[in-house]
């Protein structure tokens, strides 16, 4: 005859006070929350920096417009992740015309959150920096 044992209930269960469970669950709640708004600010001070960035450029493109010359000072673009100057920009057009197809590229990659493509030849993406730079003459592009 097969033995058939039953566990006798624990003398002494542990007790949950149903105030404590609560305020478990209003401290997750919270963490949650603050995870979430911690989350948010980042993203939103990013999005400031970006517009930031964005309206520096504008700025510097209305002011690079009256560069006609190739040996006259270019005010640099700002790289859209950190609203600075971007590294190595050139400082005249003259600088634009003797970059390397890597410098050229990462110009173009501290510019690249604008969505601006880097796909051409070296010519193209030269006259294509100028434009962004806010360069309109002719004679110089």
């Known amino acids: 005859?097969?033995?058939?044992?039953?566990?006798?209930?624990?003398?002494?269960?542990?007790?949950?006070?149903?105030?404590?469970?609560?305020l478990q669950a209003i401290q997750d709640f919270r963490d949650n929350m603050n995870k979430r708004f911690d989350s948010l600010e980042i993203r939103l001070n990013s999005m400031d920096i970006r517009m930031s960035a964005m309206q520096a450029n504008g700025i510097t493109r209305m002011l690079n417009n009256n560069v006609t010359q190739r040996d006259a000072p270019l005010i640099p673009l700002n790289a859209v992740a950190t609203n600075t100057p971007i590294d190595h920009f050139p400082q005249t057009i003259t600088a634009i015309d003797r970059?390397?197809?890597?410098?050229?590229?990462?110009?173009?990659?501290q510019l690249g959150e604008l969505g601006e493509p880097v796909n051409g030849d070296l010519p193209e993406k030269k006259k294509r920096l100028k434009t962004l730079a806010g360069v309109i003459s002719e004679s110089v592009l």
């Open 1 to 22: 005859m097969a033995s058939t044992k039953t566990s006798a209930p624990c003398a002494n269960p542990p007790t949950i006070d149903p105030s404590e469970r609560l």
């Open 99 to 109: 970059l390397t197809t890597q410098a050229i590229n990462d110009i173009f990659v």
